[in-house]
């Protein structure tokens, strides 16, 4: 089996929390709504460029996830947070509300 890179890694790690929260993990361009109501969205085109996950409940936005490399201060990613916050998706019916822009740093033991 390949070895992972640091990008691959940290999606895989990013998913398997997510999943254990419950969400549902899809492709953004193979998203079936109706395999439940919390999905998580990889790979969202916005007008601002990618985000990496898209939060939806009930097919509406709740909040981004962008990953960083680990040592990467919330301060540097708020500028990006907030350009996600106001940005709607590029295709028209991916989304029905503006995402949240709070940053978050999920440390693991």
Known sequence: MPELN???LAR???DELLRA????IQDYKTVDFSAGLGIALRE???KTGPCDYLLL?????????EAKKVGTTLSTVAD?????????ARSSGRRSNRPAAIPVRIHRR
């Open 12 to 14: 895989q790690q990013i």
């Open 80 to 88: 990006q947070s907030s350009r996600y916050a106001s940005s709607p």
């Open 44 to 46: 969202v085109p916005l």
């Open 6 to 8: 640091p990008e691959q």
């Open 57 to 65: 409940v009930d097919r509406k936005a709740l909040g981004v996830i």
């Open 21 to 24: 929260c419950g969400w549902l």
